[in-house]
């Protein structure tokens, strides 16, 4: 089952995909976020109605990234062996991790945005994990049962603004620069998320192409490690790192600029489409 965020008609709102567009399930349960309907106990009720008419075509609604309002996104870095060779850095025997905010995170068909400050701007695509359940100091061996779903991510980088100093968060945090989407697709329908291929092209050109069994921290050993420090809730994010490929470490180096287009796909799931767009010096 696919679930997606979005916007028709002035309301925002969130829905079930179909073959034949959208089922708007914020219509139909009290629950008003997809954050908060995962959190409902009400997802199997929405299995249900699969076979509804679509009340609107999918390409017909602006799209919010899948969760729109996470209480957090933990993101992983340097998390696969040949991302960590192309860096020149040493592994960690302990996940990398930093933070996004959700102000920072576009949907499906939406511009990343490359910042007027930097030509410095970066792809990075990932497998990103939705978590379905309120837990704390999950095992490993229990870290898939509270898995909500999977969907693509664009944890694209402000490169020149990462290197500012040791901490990766001013590179990661510009408005508009992680893409999340276009969809989440339940578990049921991946029951091993080290089984996916994940492949990045920019304007159509293959930039990344990696299967999520070369992750150095699998996704349950995430969750146990992440859920250690603090409760994880429905809805959160954890963005599992980025293959090798970027663009920071090519000769020269390829970066996304303006009339670019990104696309992130991973089997299973589908294709993260973002056009890119450059932001206007403009006065606060």
């Known amino acids: 089952m696919k679930l997606c965020s979005f916007h028709a008609q002035g309301q925002a709102s969130y829905g079930l995909v179909t073959e034949t567009g959208i089922v708007d399930l914020g219509a139909r349960f009290a629950a008003p976020t997809l954050r908060d309907f995962l959190a409902s106990g009400d997802i199997a009720r929405a299995r249900a109605l699969t076979s509804e ?78 978590i379905g359940k309120t837990c704390r100091r999950v095992s490993e061996a229990d870290g898939l049962d509270v898995v909500a779903g999977y969907a693509c991510y664009n944890d694209a980088s402000v490169r020149d603004w ?31 998320p080290s089984a996916l291929h994940l492949q990045t092209r920019l304007n159509g050109q293959v930039v990344q192409d990696a299967t999520t069994d070369l992750l150095i921290s699998s996704v349950p050993r995430l969750i146990a490690y992440c859920s250690t420090m603090l409760p994880l809730l429905p809805g959160d994010v954890i963005v599992t790192g980025t293959p090798g490929g970027v663009g920071a470490r090519r000769t020269p180096p390829l970066w996304m600029m303006g009339g670019d287009t990104c696309e992130v796909e991973i089997s299973g799931i589908g294709v993260l489409r973002n056009g890119v767009k450059n932001e206007a010096a403009a006065p606060f």
């Open 53 to 130: 008419p679509a009340d609107f075509d999918f390409d017909a609604v602006t799209h919010d990234p899948v969760i729109p309002n996470p209480d957090k996104i933990i993101c992983v870095g340097l998390n696969y062996s040949d991302h960590i060779k192309e860096t020149g850095r040493d592994a960690s025997p302990y996940p990398v991790l930093f933070a996004r905010f959700p102000g920072s995170q576009i949907g499906q068909g939406q511009p990343l945005i490359k910042p007027h400050e930097s030509d410095e701007f970066d792809f990075e695509g990932e497998l990103a994990v939705i």
């Open 162 to 192: 990462q290197r500012h100093t040791h901490q990766l968060l001013p590179g990661k945090v510009f408005a508009g620069t992680g893409a999340f989407g276009p969809w989440m697709v339940t578990a049921d329908e991946i029951p091993d």
